[in-house]
């Protein structure tokens, strides 16, 4: 029986949700996925690959928590993966699971790092990629972004508010600028519109 089939097993068990797709995604729940994450390196499950964190504020879709935490797992025998994702409230912790795999300890840093969320007995918890004065987590929707308006060559403008408007849905755009607009039409190659007829030779 395969890592994954087993793995598939114990969340059915556990009555986990199994979320179709080409990776196969288990939602376990927070208080009992470290116990299964155990099952899943017993079935043969031998890297954290990584530990990847999700923010869901202002997600168009219900999800049941702000955060989210997909753990990817791989079989190094034969290439299998099994994402485990664990849903979690803000100023929540999670278990760290580098009692587990070690190489999670750089992960779980990361996640910390970006988004906020701390993993109880980690054994070095602390900031692995932004400057130590930077104040907040950059991957957090609510995370400020920078307020410096860029000036492109051909004399456009991208104004902040506009740019955050933009990527939120709730304005249409960056500027009055259409995307074929930018561009010479000059230098776009042209496809020939007829065929050119062959010679007859015999």
């Known amino acids: 029986m395969s890592a994954l089939t087993t793995a598939l097993e114990k969340a059915t068990l556990r009555e986990y949700t199994i979320l179709e797709g080409k990776i196969k995604t288990v939602v ?34 219900f999800m049941p928590e702000r955060f989210g935490v ?14 485990v994702k664990v849903y979690l409230p803000d100023s ?27 993993f109880d007995d980690h ?23 920078g307020e410096t308006p860029t000036l492109f060559r051909e004399g456009r403008f991208l104004d902040p508010s506009a740019f955050r408007a933009g990527l939120s849905g709730k304005d249409t755009g960056l500027s009055g600028w259409r995307g074929g607009s930018r561009i010479d039409s ?13 010679s007859n030779q015999s």
């Open 92 to 118: 929540e912790t999670l278990p760290t699971i580098t009692d587990i795999w070690r190489t999670a300890e750089f992960h779980e840093r990361e996640v910390f790092d970006l988004f906020g969320i701390e």
């Open 123 to 145: 054994p070095d918890m602390r900031k692995i990629l932004t400057p130590e004065d930077l104040d907040g987590h950059p991957l957090r929707k609510d995370f400020p972004l």
């Open 70 to 83: 997909i753990y990817n797992l791989l079989n190094a025998s034969n290439g299998e993966r099994i994402l």
């Open 28 to 61: 376990a729940a927070r208080d009992t996925f470290k116990a299964f994450l155990f099952e899943c390196k017993a079935a043969g499950f031998s890297i954290c690959a990584d530990v990847m964190g999700v923010d869901y504020l202002e997600f168009t879709e």
């Open 186 to 198: 000059s230098l776009i190659p042209k496809l020939p519109t007829a065929v050119p007829e062959r």
